[in-house]
C-alpha cells in the first residue's frame, strides 16, 4: 500500500502553542521520513526527517515522534509563529521505487 | 551555489497540445525527480532520472515522458494534453536521493 494517511486537513494555532500534524503509513519497504514545508508559490522544502530506527528527532523548534510498531509519525512545532503559517507535508521514501510518497497536507495557521 | 530553477513558471495550454517543461539542478546533484502537484494535495511521483537514466517511474501514462542531460539539466514533457493535467509541475534535485531539493514549480493551465 503506497498511501500516506496525514491529519488534520487545517490547523489553526495561537502564536505561542503547539502544532501536532499526525501521519500513518502501511507499506514497510518505507525506510525514511521527511516532512516539508511549502509557503504558497513556492516548492516544497525540506523541514526535519526521520529513519524509523529513531523514536524522535528535534531540531530547535520542530520534533518528529516516531512510532514504527503502530507506523504513525508526527510533527510537532513548539512556540508556533505566525511565520510558521505554511502547508506541510509528510513523506515516506520508498527504498524499492525510489520515490517518494506525500501525504495531502496539512494547512497550518498561526494567529498573532 | 543556485537553486533548482524552472522554466515557465506559467504556462497555459490547450486540450491536445504538447507541453516541454524544464529544470536546471542544483549544482552538483546528478538525480532529478519530477512530481505533479493538484491542486490542494501532496506531489505526486512522475519519475525520476540518474546519469540521464530514467531509473522510477510513478503511476503516470506514457504520454509524460522526460529526458535528462549531461549536465543534469531535464525536461519533462506531455503529450497529448487532458484538462486533468493542469497542476503544479515541480522538480526536485538530489545527490543521495533521500533530500530532495525543490525547484518552484511550473504551474500548467490546460484549457
Known amino acids: 500500500q503506497q498511501q500516506v494517511k496525514q491529519s488534520p486537513q487545517s490547523l489553526i494555532v495561537q502564536k505561542g502553542g503547539i502544532s501536532i500534524i499526525n501521519c500513518a503509513y502501511e507499506n514497510t519497504a518505507f525506510d525514511y521520513f521527511p516532512w516539508y514545508q511549502q509557503f504558497p508559490g513556492k516548492g516544497p522544502a525540506l523541514l526535519i526527517a526521520i529513519r524509523p530506527d529513531v523514536s524522535e528527532k528535534k531540531e530547535g523548534r520542530f520534533t518528529i515522534s516516531f512510532n514504527k510498531s503502530a507506523k504513525q509519525f508526527s510533527l510537532h512545532i513548539m512556540d508556533s509563529q505566525p511565520g510558521d503559517s505554511a502547508t506541510y507535508f509528510c513523506?515516506?521514501?520508498?527504498?524499492?521505487?525510489?520515490?517518494?510518497?506525500f501525504g495531502p497536507g496539512t494547512r497550518l495557521s498561526v494567529l498573532p | 551555489e543556485t537553486g533548482v530553477t524552472q522554466s515557465p513558471t506559467h504556462l497555459i495550454k490547450t486540450r491536445g497540445q504538447q507541453v516541454t517543461l524544464r529544470c536546471s539542478s542544483q549544482s552538483g546533484h546528478n538525480t532529478v525527480s519530477w512530481y505533479q502537484q493538484a491542486l490542494g494535495q501532496g506531489p505526486q511521483f512522475i519519475f525520476q532520472?540518474?546519469?540521464?537514466?530514467?531509473?522510477g517511474r510513478g503511476n503516470f501514462p506514457p504520454r509524460f515522458s522526460g529526458l535528462q542531460f549531461p549536465n543534469y539539466s531535464s525536461e519533462l514533457n506531455v503529450n497529448a494534453l487532458e484538462l486533468d493535467d493542469s497542476a503544479l509541475y515541480l522538480c526536485?534535485?538530489?545527490?543521495?536521493?533521500?533530500?530532495?531539493?525543490f525547484g518552484s514549480g511550473t504551474q500548467l493551465s490546460v484549457l
Open positions: 532520472y540518474y546519469r540521464e537514466e530514467e531509473n
Open positions: 526536485a534535485s538530489s545527490q543521495d536521493s533521500e533530500k530532495l531539493f
Open positions: 513523506a515516506a521514501h520508498n527504498n524499492y521505487g525510489q520515490n517518494f510518497v
